[in-house]
């Protein structure tokens, strides 16, 4: 695939070089890059969307028995993946599945059963936004209670991280690194540049990596983008110095292995 050249305009999406990089999670989808110096300093993960993929959360608890975490994520659960397990078997006896995707949709029942079993893990089944309502959470109401915490924030939940996101700076203190898929870049860019300006004030972007399961916008952006953030006041960089130059060898690895990465420069 040849490299797709960004447009002059996209320089502001560009991550400051930085010597300590390392991914967590997986080699594919699931897994992020992150700086060393703050993982050796959070001790709790706010995570935005579950699905049925927690390698990034476990690599997390890996490092540090201490660390805790709360998911939210009202789209999974019990029901959600017996549910699936389910049909995987049904759907052998008109073959259109196989022992192998049944002993995976098993495997992530289980894994589900596991992770929300771990007492340093609460998985909160509810809906995040930017409303002030009983039946939804939102951004301010989570990290009051958290205050007292370092913390790295996952947030991958399909579009809704605009909404979620709109006044992140209000308590970007207590928040240490962000690790966040945009999507539908090609239709949702005003909500972009506005939402990134907003984190741009306290933060450095360290890291992008396009998601191949979706391919480019007429500018040469990813229509979805995976990007890292790191708090530029707890970590200032001395000097920034840009990458230009996407995938990143040894750390970005395609999130559909099937597919080739996405490629692009600026």
Not at 107 to 116: A, F, R, T, V, W
Not at 130 to 156: F, P, T
Not at 196 to 224: A, M, Q, R, V, W
């Amino acid at each position: 695939m040849n490299s797709k050249k960004l447009d002059k305009s996209l320089k502001y999406i560009l991550p400051s070089k930085i010597n300590d990089l390392v991914r967590f999670g997986n080699k594919n989808d699931s897994g992020y890059v992150i700086s060393k110096k703050v993982i050796k300093k959070v001790n709790f993960m706010i995570s935005f969307g579950m699905s049925n993929n927690w390698s990034f959360e476990e690599s997390f608890l890996a490092i540090n028995s201490n660390n805790k975490i709360q998911i939210y994520d009202h789209t999974v659960g019990y029901d959600y993946f017996f549910l699936g397990l389910l049909k995987s078997i049904k759907r052998i006896f008109y073959f259109k599945s196989n022992p192998k995707n049944v002993l995976k949709k098993l495997s992530e029942l289980i894994g589900y059963h596991k992770i929300i079993n771990d007492n340093r893990i609460q998985h909160f089944k509810i809906k995040v936004s930017n409303k002030n309502s009983h039946k939804e959470e939102n951004l301010n109401r989570i990290l009051n209670k958290a205050k007292d915490k370092k913390i790295l924030l996952s947030i991958d939940i399909e579009g809704d991280e605009y909404r979620v996101l709109h006044d992140i700076a209000k308590q970007s203190k207590f928040i240490h690194l962000i690790v966040i898929e945009f999507h539908f870049l090609d239709k949702k860019r005003f909500l972009f540049k506005k939402v990134l300006k907003e984190l741009k004030k306290n933060f450095d972007i360290i890291h992008i990596h396009g998601n191949n399961y979706t391919s480019f916008c007429n500018d040469g952006l990813p229509i979805t983008l995976e990007m890292t953030l790191r708090n530029k006041k707890i970590y200032p960089l001395p000097q920034k110095n840009l990458v230009k130059k996407f995938p990143v060898k040894k750390l970005d690895y395609p999130n559909f292995k099937d597919k080739k990465d996405l490629q692009f420069h600026y």
